[in-house]
């Protein structure tokens, strides 16, 4: 189970695991949109908040997933 409701987000499994992205995450009473990045971790079984935020909280986000060699190295 997710640990909130969300809705409107994008979700994207690649090799290595199943990641939520985005969205309107429900906050007391009402929906806010979200900056947040999840991760299934796949061992447990729960959701991990990744550290990684997007610049901007949205919802209706599209994910891509690209090869490596497309990265752009931080080191």
Same mark, same amino acid.
């Given at each position: 189970?997710?640990?909130?409701?969300?809705?409107e987000?994008?979700?994207?499994s690649?090799?290595?695991g199943l990641?939520?992205?985005?969205?309107?995450?429900?906050?007391?009473?009402? +929906?806010?949109?979200?900056d947040?990045?999840? @991760?299934?971790? &796949?061992? !447990?079984?729960?959701?991990?908040?990744?550290?990684?935020?997007?610049?901007v909280?949205?919802? +209706?986000?599209?994910?891509?997933?690209?090869? @490596?060699?497309? &990265?752009? !190295?931080?080191?």
């Amino acid at each position: 189970r997710f640990p909130f409701r969300i809705r409107e987000h994008a979700l994207v499994s690649t090799n290595l695991g199943l990641y939520v992205i985005g969205g309107y995450r429900w906050e007391g009473n009402n +929906y806010n949109y979200s900056d947040s990045i999840f @991760e299934l971790n &796949a061992l !447990s079984d729960h959701w991990i908040e990744l550290p990684q935020k997007m610049k901007v909280p949205r919802s +209706y986000v599209a994910a891509l997933i690209l090869p @490596e060699e497309f &990265a752009i !190295s931080c080191k």
